[in-house]
Nanobody, 122 residues
Framework: EVQLVESGGGLVQAGGSLRLSCAASGVSFDETPIGWFRRTPADLRETVSCISGSDGSSYVVDAVKGRFTVSSDYAKNTVYLHMTDLKPEDTARYYC???????????????WGQGTQVTVSS
């Protein structure tokens, strides 16, 4: 059974930083891409990042490029989303997901965590 648990969210002032964690069980990072997504107050789901161990590919979307980075710790089976220079428009509930495929190509997301709330005040 795949389980994903996000943590690290909170309330932060604009310009601040947070590190989100996605602790995964029941998956192998060698085979499973992990994505970060966010659901905004307007109820829009946005892709934030992807990291896949099978081909070593990863990305963050243009909206957060230069401010967010994604990394993984195989020993802890955890993927991190490092967020810096946070802006009010980054306010959202952040979710991680596990799927099939690779970040450099096709992905299908099958399992989701419960999410962690990030609120950025101006």
């Amino acid at each position: 059974e795949v389980q994903l648990v996000e943590s690290g969210g909170g309330l932060v002032q604009a310009g601040g930083s947070l590190r989100l964690s996605c602790a995964a069980s029941g998956v192998s990072f060698d085979e499973t891409p992990i994505g970060w997504f966010r659901r905004t107050p307007a109820d829009l789901r946005e892709t934030v990042s992807c990291i896949s161990g099978s081909d070593g590919s990863s990305y963050v979307v243009d909206a957060v490029k230069g401010r967010f980075t994604v990394s993984s710790d195989y020993a802890k089976n955890t993927v991190y989303l490092h967020m810096t220079d946070l802006k009010p428009e980054d306010t959202a509930r952040y979710y991680c997901a596990a799927g099939v495929g690779v970040c450099s190509g096709y992905q299908k997301w099958n399992d989701w965590g419960q999410g962690t709330q990030v609120t950025v005040s101006s």
